[in-house]
């Protein structure tokens, strides 16, 4: 009985076996199956870029003369209503745009068509079409993309000004990037003077953003549509996914190497520098959490000042992160390490009695001192409390301040009446008192006085007090009846 019982399970675990073994088998076919589309597709796009580039390249002999642009269409209002639509083109227009181009001619309005293309406001899904359409005017006209060249160059010559609209400038850069680059690939513009407009672009992002840290999604645009292709980069997720069967990734080579390496470093160098700042962030987040523990220790709850700040603080470092493992892919670069804290630093959270601000700097900050303003008016302003005191127990001393002025006016008036000392006389001019007018203060007086001004006081303090006690006993009697 306990041999069939082994025999029944080592079957059982067998098929078991069999059937975990089948399905790693069709997975990683499945895998291999999305391998091989992966790889077709960089292939058919490398390959439709090279000859949109190609195509591009060669239109020096093919043209049309002066005679054939004769015969298209050169009338005003229609060639006038062409040129202001390129000013608000979108993709959805391409094919009534490629439409109307066949069929005009455009010889007198070239400088205004690569004015209005350049300075378009465009999206990123209109990026395409501006780029089809510039392409068409290139194998048409000669002269149109050394203007819409010099267009651009107007636009992003003078760099990112600390005092400009971020969210417009951001938008104008990104924008400003994917359309250069896509016109430096397909060889619409001379490839030097593209790249050094494109890189001075870049460069001047780069550096704003090490400042402020403002236009991540700026770079981050600019890698996910042209790094591929300008910095010869591939996606970690494809090139792994490729590594795994064996297959080469296909690399597009349309600039030349060491252009490449140029973009390249410059995207990775600062992406480098987004590392620390990302380190910094989650450092500080850690701090912020740690001193939020703290106040709910010391008060049980935060203030709404505090929520507000913590929950902005958090999406804007959720959307940093976010943004941050993303490029790493697109960079095959590694993410860097995120320290978390450990139960037991979460445990030795405490109170800091010299630091409330929970700093762990030596440095004293006093502006992190207290947690709102009402804590530190409590501590730090004074209470006048005068008005919480009986008026009583001022009245001896209102008594005797009252006395020493009115002693002093007598003294004043007695000093204006000797007779023989004129107004502008002083003291110093009067006759000398005699010694039977001159008469030594005794202090034993003075300390009487004093002690009758205190037995005062205290008397009426005290008769205060019996009033006042007399009073509530009235007043529980009456409660009591």
């Known amino acids: 009985m306990e041999g069939s019982k082994d025999e029944s399970k080592d079957v059982v675990r067998e098929k078991e076996d069999a059937d975990e073994n089948e399905e790693e088998l069709k997975k990683r076919e499945e895998e291999r199956q999305c391998a091989l589309q992966v790889a077709e597709e960089i292939k058919s796009k490398i390959q439709a870029k090279m000859e949109f580039r190609q195509k591009n390249k060669n239109t020096a002999g093919n043209r049309p003369d002066q005679d054939a642009l004769r015969k298209l269409?050169?009338?005003?209002?229609?060639?006038?209503?062409?040129?202001?639509?390129?000013?608000?083109?979108?993709?959805?227009?391409?094919?009534v745009l490629s439409s109307d181009f066949e069929g005009l001619n455009l010889s007198k309005y070239i400088q205004e068509t690569a004015i209005n293309i350049?300075?378009?406001?465009?999206?990123?899904?209109?990026?395409?079409?501006?780029?089809?359409?510039?392409?068409?005017?290139?194998?048409?006209?000669?002269?149109?993309?050394?203007?819409?060249?010099?267009?651009?160059?107007k636009i992003y010559s003078k760099g990112i000004s600390r005092d400009a609209d971020k969210s417009a400038t951001m938008t104008k850069y990104r924008i400003g990037l994917r359309f250069l680059g896509e016109l430096v690939v397909g060889g619409i513009v001379e490839e030097d003077i593209g790249t050094a407009l494109l890189m001075d672009m870049l460069m001047a992002v780069v550096r704003s953003d090490q400042e402020t840290h403002n236009y991540l999604t700026v770079v981050l645009s600019f890698a996910r549509h042209c790094a591929e292709d300008v910095a010869g980069i591939v996606p970690r997720k494809q090139r792994v996914l490729l590594d795994k069967f064996g297959m080469q990734f296909p690399v597009c080579e349309l600039l030349p190497a060491e252009r490449?390496?140029?973009?390249?470093?410059?995207?990775?160098?600062?992406?480098?520098?987004?590392?620390?700042?990302?380190?910094?962030?989650?450092?500080?987040?850690?701090?912020?959490?740690?001193?939020n523990r703290q106040i709910l220790q010391a008060?049980?709850?935060l203030s709404k000042e505090r929520i507000e700040e913590n929950e902005a603080a958090q999406r804007s470092y959720e959307k940093?992160?976010?943004?941050?493992?993303?490029?790493?892919?697109?960079?095959?670069?590694?993410?860097?390490?995120?320290?978390?804290?450990?139960?037991?630093?979460?445990?030795?959270?405490?109170?800091?009695?010299?630091?409330?601000?929970?700093?762990?700097?030596d440095v004293f900050d006093p502006t992190s001192l207290w947690e709102d303003d009402l804590t530190k008016s409590f501590y730090e302003e004074i209470t006048d409390i005068k008005p919480f005191v009986p008026a009583i127990l001022y009245e001896g001393k209102k008594r005797s301040t009252s006395e020493s002025s009115d002693k002093d006016k007598d003294k004043d008036k007695d000093t204006a009446a000797v007779p023989g000392r004129s107004k502008g006389e002083t003291e110093t001019d009067s006759p000398a008192p005699s010694d039977a007018d001159t008469k030594t203060p005794d202090p034993g007086e003075d300390d009487k006085e004093l002690e009758k001004e205190i037995e005062v006081t205290e008397e009426e303090a005290a008769m205060a007090l019996e009033e006042d006690e007399s009073r509530l006993e009235d007043e529980d009697m009456e409660a009591i009846v």
């Open 73 to 95: 269409d050169g009338s005003v209002k229609k060639n006038n209503a062409f040129v202001k639509k390129l000013r608000t083109l979108t993709e959805q227009q391409r094919s």
């Open 118 to 153: 350049a300075e378009a406001k465009l999206k990123i899904s209109d990026v395409g079409c501006a780029v089809h359409i510039s392409s068409l005017l290139h194998q048409r006209y000669a002269e149109f993309s050394s203007m819409l060249l010099e267009e651009l160059q």
């Open 260 to 291: 490449r390496e140029e973009f390249r470093e410059v995207i990775c160098k600062h992406f480098g520098c987004l590392k620390k700042y990302l380190l910094h962030e989650h450092k500080n987040m850690h701090k912020r959490e740690k001193k």
């Open 299 to 301: 008060k049980g709850e």
């Open 320 to 361: 940093l992160l976010t943004s941050m493992s993303t490029l790493a892919d697109i960079l095959d670069e590694d993410m860097p390490e995120l320290p978390e804290e450990t139960p037991q630093e979460m445990s030795l959270d405490s109170i800091d009695i010299l630091l409330p601000s929970g700093n762990s700097d």
